[in-house]
């Protein structure tokens, strides 16, 4: 869906690979899913935090399951921009996009 907006997407397997591609590459905005294998989406966010240089300060937008209270808090802790909820509505994560400054 968001090729077919313009936007070029890359994916990330697992929490690993999502740091790896941060620290290579050059994004305006990081979908993180909070549950992946090896890496969760918590741990890889706080490396990316630790990345030196641009990288470090790009939006992340947690993607997740969890609603629950206090997981805002927790996302928001671990480096994060802003959550979405599954299943995600495609035109709050557009909206999300565009103030964010990634559409």
Do not use: W
């Not at 979908?31 to 490396?47: F, K, N, S, W």
């Not at 997981?71 to 802003?82: S, T």
């Amino acid at each position: 869906m968001l090729e077919k907006k313009g936007y070029a997407v890359q994916c990330a397997q697992n929490g690993r690979e999502a740091v790896e591609s941060a620290a290579d590459g050059k994004f305006d905005l990081i979908l993180m899913d909070i549950q992946m294998p090896e890496m969760d989406g918590l741990e890889a966010t706080r490396r990316i935090r630790n990345l030196k240089g641009p990288i470090s300060k790009v939006p992340i937008i947690a993607l997740t399951a969890h609603a629950m209270k206090g997981d805002r808090e927790r996302f928001m802790k671990a480096g994060m921009d802003e959550y979405l909820t599954k299943p995600v509505e495609f035109p709050e994560l557009l909206g999300l996009l565009t103030r964010l400054g990634g559409g």
